[in-house]
Every structure is written in C-alpha cells, then in structure tokens.
C-alpha cells in the first residue's frame, strides 16, 4: 500500500491529455509514455499475460489462488486526462493532515482551493490531500484509478491468504474524448464482469446513466431585399426561434437533477437563407427517451404545417442507459455494495448524468458498473483526492475479488 501515493504522483507528472480534433489511436502521442510505464509496472508487481496492443490498450492477468472455478472478474480505468484543462507540467501538492481551512494553491494568482465553496472538503480534516499547484488539473480522473487498481493486485499478490478467482485489469486511452470503449477488446479480456474504477468521491457506487441522443435541426429561408419582402422573404433566423420557443421551457440542465431528463442546446448558427441547431437529448428512462425524440418531430412537423418544407431535423443516438444490462446480474452491484460496507464505507448509489465507458462495455458484453476512485472537482485546477480515499478504493477493489470467490 506504502507505494500507492508515490506511484500516482509519478503517474500524474506525465502529461497525457487527449485530444478530440485527433483520429488516431491513443489521440496523443505522449500517451504513449504513461501507457509504456504501466506495462512496465504491470511486468513488476508480477501478474501475467500483460499486453499492449496498437492502439494503447493495457491489459494483465492476477491468476487465481483457490482451486475451485470462480467467474474471471475486471477493473478498468483509463489514463488519458481532459482535453478541457492543460495537463502540462502538473506539480502535484501533498497537503499533510489538512486542518479544513482554505489550501493557497498559487499565491501568485490567489488561486484559493476554499471549503466555502467546495464544502465536501470539511469531510476531509485531518487526512492527507493531494492537491494541483493551480496551473494545471491533477489527473487523479482517472489516474487515480490506474494507482489504485494497480496497487490492489500487488496487495493481493502480496497477501496470498486473501483467497480470490482470475482478475483481469485493464487501461485505456481516450476516455476523455468518449472513445475509451471503442476499441476495447471484450472477446480478449475474457472476463464475466468488470468495474470502471472512475467515479468521483469515497462510496460512489454508479449503474444508470443517461440514453443520449444529439439532434441537429435546419432551417432554410429565401432572403430578399427587406424593402421589397413583403409575402416573399423567408427568415430561418425566425424559423429557429419559433422552433426554440417549441421546447419544453423547464426542461434543461440547469432546471433538472436526479432522474430528470432534459433538452440540451447548445450551438446555433443563422443568417437569413440556413440556420441550424444543435442539442442533446437526455434521459434515464428509455419511454422517456424516445417520447422527446418524438417531441422533436411533432415540432418540426408543427412548423412544416405552417411554413412548407423548411426544416429538417437529424436525429443519432450516442449512448444507452446500462442499466438494462446490469440489472440481470445485479449481484455485480451487490458484490460492489457489500465490499465497501464491509471496509465501513458508505455506498452512495445514484444515477449518472452523464455516461461512462462501463455503459458502452456494457453494451459490449462487458456488464460494468462504475466505482469511485476518490476525487472531487475533476477536469481544472480544484481538482483533487484525499490519499485516505485511494486507499479504500484499492481495499474495496482487493474486497471485490474476495467477496466474488466467496459466493461462487
Ligand atoms: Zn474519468
């Protein structure tokens, strides 16, 4: 356990942002560097049949101990960081025993980590925070759950009485840009089940996540000297307005939590002759889903009926709710949930909004749920991980295996 905090700080000084705008695989060249070392660290603490493949995909076998078949189970994290906030020269800050007042990240820029604002900070006094020198964002999503995972096989390589089946590991690149799951390969990992370890905070314990959709909506007008437009010019400016004025007013991100889906807008462009939208379509619930797909084509009918045939709308789907998937071996849930209340840590069970790699795996063959690696404030400069919260991460991972041989 002693080399979980040295082997994140190492993990994090190395810059691996993604990047969308790319089409390769990893989307950077530098990930390359973190992803070598991990083979490397994966060779040291002894597990087996570590590979790489071409497109920077890690995986490693802890074999067995007992002599009875249990399910082969996995953990996943990836070690890409956003492409939202520079990664560059990330200068990792050990705050000792933290006395919950406000942290100075960069006294030159009076960048203040200040428990006034992020309140779940108080939950930490007295424990060790690692923290960013506020220039950069630290990497703990999802570096955090590499050291963790990685940490939890040499503790039970390490500990042979704690009895478990054959773990699968795994790490990917790309997460970041939504493609972490594209080219996972579920056939050779070989594993029955498997938990990202990329949740946020200490407890998070995650198995629903939104279906998404994105809709692209057009709008074609007829421009015209305004002089000379009356009964003639058309203005798809208005066109979009009206289609605007269409949506459902209380349904957006800002307005909504919990299980509430939304209407997401968030591009538009127009001039007089062609405008467009963009949005996103968001919810749980999958009747739900496809109801505000259809809202969106009775409003475009709507103003077909009205206006002739001046708009058209363009309707993909992005990603699916994996609940569906889990809910038919929730004792993968159970397991997870039984681990951490074992190790005295709360579950704290909630819906996703948003998506993760374990849906699309899900959907893979893969059922996956998402377990907290123990960061707050991901993607800037706020972020950071309490080191008492990895080490629980790495015990309940340590738990899962034991907890999986124990009831099969
Ligand atoms: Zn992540």
């Not at 930490?124 to 020198?133: K, P, R």
């Not at 590499?146 to 390490?158: F, G, H, K, P, Q």
């Amino acid at each position: 356990m002693e080399k979980l905090l040295p082997r994140f700080l190492d993990f994090v000084r190395i810059d691996t942002q993604s990047d969308p705008n790319s089409d390769s695989t990893p989307s950077t060249d530098k990930q390359w560097v973190l992803a070598k070392k991990l083979v490397l660290e994966l060779h040291q603490i002894g597990l087996e049949e570590v590979s790489i493949d071409e497109n920077g995909y890690i995986m490693g076998t802890l074999p067995s101990n007992i002599d009875k078949e249990v399910p082969t189970i996995g953990f996943i994290s990836h070690y890409d960081t956003s492409p939202d906030f520079t990664a560059e020269n990330v200068n990792p800050q050990l705050v000792e025993n933290y006395d919950g007042g406000p942290i100075l990240l960069d006294e030159k820029e009076g960048i203040v980590l200040d428990p006034d604002y992020f309140e779940e900070l108080r939950q930490y006094v007295g424990q060790t925070l690692i923290t960013t020198d506020g220039k950069t964002l630290l990497g703990a999503d999802d570096k955090a759950g590499v050291a963790e995972i990685i940490t939890a096989m040499e503790y039970l390589a390490t500990n042979k009485e704690i009895k478990h089946g054959k773990i699968r590991v795994g790490f990917t690149p790309d997460e970041e840009i939504g493609r972490g799951a594209h080219k996972f390969d579920v056939k050779k990992f070989d594993a029955r089940w498997a938990y990202t370890i990329d949740g946020s905070e200490l407890g998070e314990l995650e198995f629903e996540n939104f279906n998404a959709a994105s809709a692209k909506v057009t709008f074609k007008g007829k421009s015209v000297h305004p002089g000379y437009a009356k009964g003639k010019m058309v203005n798809s400016i208005l066109l979009a307005n009206a289609f605007l004025s269409l949506l459902p007013p209380h349904e957006v991100p800002e307005k909504t939590d919990g299980r509430q889906g939304f209407f997401h807008v968030h591009d538009i462009s127009g001039t007089i002759e062609h405008s467009e939208i963009e949005l996103i379509i968001r919810d749980h619930d999958e009747e739900q889903f496809e109801a505000r797909k259809t809202l969106l084509q009775d409003i475009v009918q709507k103003l077909k009926e009205k206006h002739g045939d001046v708009v058209d709308l363009e309707i993909k789907d992005q990603y699916k709710n994996m609940q569906e998937k889990i809910e038919p071996v929730f004792h993968i849930v159970e397991i997870a949930e039984d681990a951490m209340m074992k190790l005295g840590i709360k579950p704290i069970i909630k819906p996703i909004r948003g998506g993760t790699d374990g849906s699309q795996l899900s959907f893979m063959g893969l059922p996956c749920p998402n377990i907290f690696a123990g960061g707050h404030n991901f993607h800037g400069k706020y972020e950071y991980i309490p080191l008492e919260s990895m080490q629980k991460a790495v015990l309940t991972i340590a738990k899962i295996c034991e907890l999986t041989a124990e009831r099969f």
